[in-house]
């Protein structure tokens, strides 16, 4: 497997990644759908974790993979409560737009 990661040069990993963190930032600043925003933000940290497991892989230090998984279990952790406030806010003010939604200013 590592044989196989190690042909590709990690200039394609660098740009793919590059590539899939643009897009997911693009959907940050431009989508108003809470969550379509809460996807961009896990496809950015999804991008991140391939490219840290790339450079693992590369540098043969097992260390980044395992910081990968904690990530993982971290961004679980934060789909779980993003989801549940979404919901939340879904059953007070029947929209999830994020401009319809004023209840958080101050």
Same mark, same amino acid.
């Given at each position: 497997?590592?044989?196989? @990661?190690? =042909? #590709?040069? $990690?200039?394609?990993?660098?740009?793919?990644? +590059? &590539?899939?963190?643009?897009? *997911? &930032? $693009? *959907?940050?600043? %431009?989508?108003?759908?809470? @969550? =379509?925003? @809460?996807?961009?933000?896990?496809?950015?940290?999804? +991008? #991140?974790? @391939?490219?840290?497991?790339?450079?693992?892989?590369?540098?043969?230090?097992?260390? *980044?993979?395992?910081? %990968?998984?904690?990530?993982?279990? %971290?961004?679980?952790?934060? &789909?779980? &409560? *993003?989801?549940?406030?979404? =919901?939340?806010?879904?059953?007070?003010?029947?929209?999830? !737009?994020? !401009? =319809?939604?004023?209840?958080?200013?101050?």
């Amino acid at each position: 497997m590592t044989e196989t @990661l190690m =042909v #590709i040069p $990690i200039l394609h990993y660098l740009t793919f990644c +590059s &590539v899939l963190f643009g897009i *997911g &930032v $693009i *959907g940050v600043l %431009v989508k108003r759908n809470a @969550l =379509v925003i @809460l996807m961009s933000i896990e496809l950015m940290i999804n +991008s #991140i974790n @391939l490219l840290l497991a790339a450079f693992s892989t590369y540098l043969n230090d097992p260390a *980044g993979q395992i910081f %990968v998984f904690f990530i993982m279990v %971290v961004a679980a952790a934060e &789909v779980a &409560v *993003g989801l549940a406030i979404i =919901v939340l806010i879904f059953r007070t003010t029947h929209t999830i !737009d994020i !401009d =319809v939604l004023n209840k958080l200013k101050w």
